[in-house]
């Protein structure tokens, strides 16, 4: 939730000022075991669905695209940084199976 207040306070320049935070949020999500980039989506759409019962009729479809577009940066970025972590730790296992192959000749 502190990465969608971040958002929201700095919506005027929300690119420079959120994407390294939420790309080392992203990346930081490599830790839970097993997790997969499409779980960023439930996130959303639990968002959205909370957003909508609590706020009821004043989640009007502007209200609601605001949130959505607001949550597609997010989980963007959150990609990003989840993508660009399982890249990097793939090149590492790489390595090491290479260090490996080559030190058992």
């Known amino acids: 939730m502190q990465a969608v ?17 939420l790309t080392g949020l992203g990346k930081r999500h490599i830790q839970f075991t097993g997790f997969k980039n499409e779980y960023f989506d439930a996130f959303t759409e639990a968002m959205m669905y909370a957003w909508h ?40 296992q790489q390595n090491l199976v290479s260090n490996d192959q080559i030190a058992s000749k």
């Open 5 to 21: 207040g971040a958002a929201v306070e700095n919506i005027d320049d929300i690119e420079a000022a959120v994407t390294p935070l």
């Open 53 to 92: 019962e609590e706020l009821k009729g004043q989640f009007s479809g502007e209200t609601s695209l605001a949130w959505a577009t607001v949550f597609e940066f997010i989980m963007h970025k959150l990609k990003e940084g989840h993508a660009a972590a399982l890249a990097n730790s793939d090149k590492v």
